[in-house]
């Protein structure tokens, strides 16, 4: 069994910075990724980072630039780091694990990040 604990949101104003923790435990194998996802309301969730076991980061076009995605193997938690907050980074943002060889998938329970303009 896979748990995800996300911690780190808030509300901040347009401009600030926000860190987003997520700390996972059980059965975790690599290759993985472990990866942040946020959903805003009437939106679908998407792609905000992700990073894989061997050190490699995909973010999206939005975001680039402005955050940054880490993870700590030993500790299987993944960081990100959100830098020059826009109101529209405003969301739930969900924490995601995924097992490359057995394309078995975790989600955190989401944390809400709030950006005030």
């Known amino acids: 069994q896979v748990q995800l604990v996300e911690s780190g949101g808030g509300l901040v104003q347009a401009g600030g910075s926000l860190r987003l923790s997520c700390a996972a435990s059980?059965?975790?194998?690599?290759?993985?990724?472990m990866g942040w996802y946020r959903q805003a309301p009437g939106n679908e969730r998407e792609l905000v980072a992700r990073?894989?076991?061997?050190?490699?980061?995909n973010y999206a076009d939005s975001v680039k630039g402005r955050f940054t995605i880490s993870r700590d193997n030993a500790q299987n938690t993944v960081y990100l780091q959100m830098n020059s907050l826009k109101p529209e980074d405003t969301a739930v943002y969900y924490c995601?694990?995924?097992?490359?060889?057995?394309?078995?998938?975790?989600w955190g329970q989401g944390t809400q990040v709030t950006v005030s303009s």
């Open positions: 059980g059965s975790i194998f690599r290759p993985n990724t």
């Open positions: 990073i894989f076991s061997g050190g490699s980061t």
């Open positions: 995601n694990l995924a097992l490359l060889l057995t394309k078995n998938e975790y």
